[in-house]
T-cell receptor, first 114, second 112 residues
Framework: NAGVMQNPRHLVRRRGQEARLRCSPM?????VYWYRQLPEEGLKFMVYLQKENIIDESGMPKERFSAEFPKEGPSILRIQQVVRGDSAAYFC????????????FGPGTRLTVL | EDKVVQSPLSLVVHEGDTVTLNCSYE??????LLWYKQEKKAPTFLFML????IEKKSGRLSSILDKKELFSILNITATQTGDSAVYLCAPSGGTSYGKLTFGQGTILTVHP
């Protein structure tokens, strides 16, 4: 059973470009969480999605950030017009159900904004 | 605002020592508390605790939750150099219940 997959593992963007981060949950999992880890900081919740639904986006910055989890395909975290402060590791986690099951993390995408 | 405090922030021990890592939390709509190990990559799941006073064990690691005092500990006995990592405590809860709130972590370094 493959684990949570994320790609790309490393992404370099120049200021003003767009970044698209992908997350494929574990087989059978239909809930996805995105977390961000800024340098020298802890992991911070960004958004919680189920297939075709955003359940909680209370941790998402109000502008430039969006997330989706379509019926088919991976979950996408999209950052428009990136700035240097967006440089971080972005992790997704998946779970079978929301609050009663363990969240398993993917390897993360390290975004560097030049 | 949800809050998680881990202590100590860092710990240096020698192989064979026993360590206790602490986690105190304040989280709305608390559901469970999870412990993870992070070694420069993705957090690796260790334990999920939902009930007070019931110890969970996995090899040399064990953990227990106190829901009255809002506290959890992670014990590692007979430490090995491979235990060197950041240990993260993360209660789940919040408005959507499943959201994890992470502490800063405890950096454990085990010397041979």
């Amino acid at each position: 059973n493959a684990g949570v997959m994320q790609n790309p593992r490393h992404l370099v963007r120049r200021r003003g470009q767009e970044a698209r981060l992908r997350c494929s949950p574990m087989k059978g999992h239909s809930h996805v969480y995105w977390y961000r880890q800024l340098p020298e900081e802890g992991l911070k919740f960004m958004v919680y999605l189920q297939k075709e639904n955003i359940i909680d986006e209370s941790g998402m910055p109000k502008e430039r950030f969006s997330a989706e989890f379509p019926k088919e395909g991976p979950s996408i975290l999209r950052i428009q017009q990136v700035v240097r402060g967006d440089s971080a590791a972005y992790f997704c986690a998946s779970t079978l159900q929301s609050s009663y099951n363990e969240q398993f993390f993917g390897p993360g995408t390290r975004l560097t904004v030049l | 605002e949800d809050k998680v405090v881990q202590s100590p922030l860092s710990l240096v021990v020698h192989e064979g020592d026993t360590v206790t890592l602490n986690c105190s939390y304040e989280v709305t709509n608390f559901r469970s508390l999870l412990w993870y190990k992070q070694e420069k990559k993705a957090p690796t799941f260790l334990f999920m605790l939902t009930s007070s006073g019931i110890e969970k064990k996995s090899g040399r690691l064990s953990s227990i939750l106190d829901k009255k005092e809002l506290f959890s500990i992670l014990n590692i006995t007979a430490t090995q150099t491979g235990d060197s990592a950041v240990y993260l405590c993360a209660p789940s809860g919040g408005t959507s219940y499943g959201k994890l709130t992470f502490g800063q972590g405890t950096i454990l370094t085990v010397h041979p």
